[in-house]
């Protein structure tokens, strides 16, 4: 590979290491906000097996 001191393949670098990071932080963030909607969802009540369910 040849040696290239300019300044965009620095900024090239810093811009690939900047979207990488941002990336995993955008997946990072959406991953908690999906685990913690699930923990808040109520649970579904079920009948217990062999009873009929009472209506009014």
């Known amino acids: 590979m040849s ?3 300019s300044w965009t393949s ?3 670098m810093a ?3 900047i979207g990488s ?3 995993a932080a ?3 963030y959406a991953s908690r906000r999906m685990e ?3 923990a808040k969802q109520k649970p579904v009540p079920t009948t217990p097996s062999g009873e009929n ?3 009014d």
């Open 36 to 38: 913690r909607a699930k």
């Open 3 to 5: 040696e290239d001191n």
């Open 15 to 17: 811009g690939a290491a």
């Open 10 to 12: 620095k900024a090239a």
């Open 53 to 55: 369910p009472e209506t």
């Open 26 to 28: 955008a997946v990072m």
């Open 21 to 23: 990071a941002a990336l």
